[in-house]
């Protein structure tokens, strides 16, 4: 599956006011890197889809956390011993609470409250269907994309940092690391891992 993207060439190129195409596929590979990059960081699945997840569940555990929200819907959730699903039936929905906006699930249900396990979540969430409902949604980050991208555009030749002579001068460039502006862009929107 391609890596979804949090901003478009486009609103780069504006961004750093470019025309032509020339730098095109760079910007489309640093755009990727980056994307991939908030998806790490925030823990969580940025494409609005169905999903199929299969959780450890620690004894005396009862809250899970799932990686694509908000949750827009739960199609079953299934409790077993072991991995195997096959003939496991799906838990009665008063069993568990979800909670659609933080992507949590509350199993009140289960019985087995010493015991570990594993839960089969079927669902679907995601924060966007596609990137221009991502950027409309989460403008914050998709600005602080575009600035990422562009800084890493503009180090592309340098990323490891070196010495930069500067007439009679010589200064030491450091090396490329995330902009704390694109971190403080992806904060809010972490998953919480219970």
Do not use: C
Request: aromatic share 10%; glycine share 6%; net charge positive.
């Amino acid at each position: 599956m391609p890596q979804f993207q949090i901003t478009t060439a486009a609103s780069v190129k504006a961004k750093r006011d470019l025309t032509g195409t020339g730098l095109d596929a760079v910007i489309a590979r640093l755009i990727d890197s980056v994307s991939q990059m908030a998806r790490d960081y925030m823990g969580r699945e940025l494409l609005a889809a169905s999903y199929t997840e299969v959780l450890p569940l620690r004894a005396r555990r009862r809250y899970v956390t799932l990686k694509a929200f908000p949750l827009t819907s739960v199609t079953s959730v299934k409790y077993a011993s072991s991995r195997d699903f096959t003939n496991v039936t799906a838990m009665d929905a008063a069993g568990y609470q979800v909670l659609l906006p933080q992507g949590q699930i509350y199993l009140a249900g289960l019985s087995t409250w010493f015991e570990p396990g594993f839960l089969q979540i079927v669902y679907a969430g995601g924060m966007a269907a596609d990137t221009t409902a991502f950027m409309a949604a989460f403008p914050r980050i998709s600005v602080a994309a575009d600035d990422e991208v562009i800084a890493r555009l503009n180090r592309r030749l340098v990323p490891d940092g070196s010495p930069q002579a500067l007439g009679s001068s010589v200064a030491y460039q450091d090396e490329l690391k995330p902009l704390t502006d694109f971190y403080a862009a992806l904060d809010p929107h972490r998953r919480l891992r219970l």
